[in-house]
């Protein structure tokens, strides 16, 4: 488990709904993954992002779903590519990840509560 934290170090995390509008293969990263283009809604917008989720997913699987991403983490380079948020995931039995996200539809850019 991870170091106790307050609720105001919590409320910092800002994770919203998005919904991935373009998806594809990632073949110049070290380890299988897939470039998204997720919409944030008005207030963010479409950021960026890379995910080693190829276990579960391809790119035509992932283009319209919605998924959870943290959006106030600085830009990070990917290889040659710039990864603008973190999707979220937890790991299967065998280690492939598996995409967090809402059990409903709800609006691109609700903040998780």
Request: aromatic share 8%.
């Amino acid at each position: 488990m991870a170091d106790e934290i307050s609720f105001d170090d919590f409320l910092k995390v800002d994770i919203r709904v998005g919904r991935v509008i373009r998806a594809e293969p990632f073949p110049e990263a070290r380890k299988p993954a897939i470039k998204m283009w997720i919409d944030f809604g008005p207030e963010i917008g479409e950021r960026k992002t890379s995910a080693q989720v190829t276990k579960h997913y391809t790119p035509e699987s992932l283009t319209g779903r919605q998924v959870m991403g943290v959006v106030n983490f600085p830009p990070r380079q990917i290889g040659p590519f710039m990864s603008e948020v973190l999707v979220l995931g937890a790991a299967d039995a065998e280690g492939g990840i598996v995409l967090i996200a809402p059990d409903q539809e709800v609006a691109e850019g609700e903040r998780m509560h």
